[in-house]
């Protein structure tokens, strides 16, 4: 069975499987901390479609024709940058990308100045990424406030959020369990472990409220200065909306590894600690480093995902981060596009 073919709608190939899909109602999308398990489906079904758009030889789509995406990056980015470009002209948008270091910003323009300039431009979604936590949500509330109608795509802000990250991931993961047919059910009575710089992860957060909106087990592990015990509280209260959450967590790695289906690993992310967190790179490798001799704890077939960018021989070792057998790397920066694109898609077309 083939998935179907998108040319300006998205329609359900497989109409006798049970999917728990919803009407898109987002215009912006700034965490997942409130995603329901159907939006999570409708994201991983129109991601799974654009996937076979991405395998033609056209691999170009009009459904975005007309519309202009700002790409508001004011901090780095390599794959998030480009992965977005890339996706906004696979819909065939227009897009305007915005560096800080050569703007007007360095002239004294402020954020939301600088954002109601795209606006004046015509931008209909701004894709925003901010050192800061809560720059793209002030963004959006003001865009709402001005009755405009744009969309804002978090794009990784400061420690809080990184939406489409923990999207491609879920994608990921899903798809390597059903490639036709990707959804949150899959995830049942599986193990993903999470490992590393928790504290400072904003695709760590994204990740834990979105694996723990299925029935998996997620074990969170990292030296406890990595890994503040009030995450677990938040996670599981019942007033989220979502009941049994299933969240472990460990300071010594090997419980969190035992059994797992999924490692995920983490960037120490040293440009975000304030202090002295760690001894030295050499003693956290050697307690929490994914190794050949720690993957054997794991399920036999177990598969190893990392955001980007690694800290070779730090987080992971670089013959293992390399091997094909283990690590899911490069297929979680391939599934970015057709996971971006989905977003772009769902509130660029829908009356939000
Ligand atoms: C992450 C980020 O920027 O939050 N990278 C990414 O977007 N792929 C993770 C990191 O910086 O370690």
């Known amino acids: ?83 977005f470009e890339l996706a906004a002209k696979r819909l065939s948008a227009d897009t305007l990308n915005f560096a800080p270091g050569t703007s007007s910003l ?72 059903n490639f036709e047919y990707p959804r949150l059910g899959l995830l049942a009575g599986k193990k993903i472990a999470i490992i590393g ?11 834990i409220w979105c694996l723990t909106s299925s029935q998996a087990e997620v074990h969170l592990a990292a030296p406890p200065t990595l890994l503040p015990k009030w995450f677990g509280e938040i996670v599981n209260d019942e007033s989220s909306g979502i009941p049994r959450r299933q969240l472990f967590i460990h300071s010594d790695i090997e419980p969190a590894l035992k059994d797992a289906d999924f490692v995920m ?24 480093g994914i190794t050949r001799d720690r993957v054997k704890l794991c399920q036999p077939d177990v598969k190893i995902l990392h955001p980007g960018p690694v800290n070779r021989g730090v987080e992971i070792s670089s013959d293992l981060m390399d091997d094909p057998n283990f690590s899911l790397i490069p297929q979680q920066v391939t599934n970015g596009v057709a996971v971006r694109m989905a977003l772009l898609y769902l509130m660029g077309s829908g009356s939000h």
């Open 197 to 207: 710089d928790i504290l400072h992860s904003r695709v760590a957060r994204s990740n």
């Open 265 to 288: 690993t983490l960037r120490l992310q040293k440009e975000r600690m304030s202090a002295h967190l760690l001894p030295s790179l050499r003693e956290y490798h050697q307690n929490y």
């Open 106 to 177: 360095t002239k004294g323009e402020t954020i939301l100045d600088t954002a109601k300039t795209y606006l004046a431009m015509g931008a209909n979604m701004m894709v925003i990424r901010h050192r800061d936590a809560g720059v793209p949500q002030t963004i959006a509330a003001e865009m709402d406030r001005l009755d405009t109608r744009v969309g804002i795509l978090n794009a990784g802000d400061g420690q809080h959020e990184h939406p489409t990250q923990g999207l491609l991931d879920l994608f990921t993961i899903c798809s390597l369990l």
């Open 1 to 83: 069975m083939t998935r179907i073919t998108i040319l300006s709608t998205v329609r359900s190939p497989i109409p006798q499987l049970k999917m728990t899909t919803t009407v898109w109602q987002r215009r912006h999308v700034l965490g997942l901390a409130d995603f329901t398990p159907g939006e999570y489906d409708t994201v991983l079904q129109t991601a799974a479609s654009f996937q076979e758009v991405l395998a033609r030889r056209t691999k170009k789509v009009p459904a975005l024709q007309g519309q202009v995406i700002a790409n508001l990056f004011f901090e780095a980015s390599t794959r998030t940058r480009s992965s």
